[in-house]
């Protein structure tokens, strides 16, 4: 009995976890989308690199902006 008592107060206290969890991530959720600059920004720099002639520190593939 004691451990069914347990239990209870366990699966109780991650269904509130899990509701506050939920409705902090759905009203966080429009501010974590990426920075439209971030991105500007990481394709010029890769186009003044071009234009540098630095192909290979310029890549084949756009630069992550979240990495820069």
Same mark, same amino acid.
């Given at each position: 009995e004691r451990y069914a008592t347990d239990?209870?107060?366990v699966l109780i206290f991650s269904g509130?976890?899990?509701? $506050?969890s939920t409705?902090?991530?759905?009203?966080?959720?429009?501010?974590?989308? =990426?920075d439209p600059s971030d991105t500007a920004n990481a394709l010029l720099k890769q186009l003044v690199q071009i $234009?540098?002639?630095n192909l290979a520190e310029a890549g084949?593939?756009?630069i992550d =902006?979240?990495?820069t």
């Open positions: 239990m209870n107060i509130i976890f899990s509701a $506050g409705s902090f991530i759905v009203a966080m959720k429009p501010n974590l989308s =990426p $234009g540098l002639g084949s593939t756009p =902006p979240i990495s």
